[in-house]
C-alpha cells in the first residue's frame, strides 16, 4: 500500500513539474519539451501549430 502511495506522490509531482516547466517556457517564448507535453496529453505538433497574437 505504502509503495502504491509513494508512486501516486511521485507522479502528482512528475506532472506538476511539467505543467510548470510548460508553463514557463510559454511564457518565456521557448518551446517546451516533448516529453512534458505528452506527460500532460498535450500533442507537441498541434501545440507547436498555436499562434499568439
Do not use: H, Y
Not at 506532472?15 to 517546451?32: D, F, L, W
Amino acid at each position: 500500500m505504502s509503495n502504491r502511495f509513494t508512486r501516486g506522490i511521485s507522479e502528482f509531482f512528475d506532472i506538476m513539474g511539467s505543467a510548470v516547466a510548460v508553463s514557463a517556457a510559454t511564457r518565456e517564448g521557448r518551446q517546451a519539451r516533448t516529453s512534458d507535453l505528452q506527460r500532460l496529453g498535450i500533442d507537441p505538433q498541434r501545440f507547436r501549430e498555436i499562434k499568439r497574437f
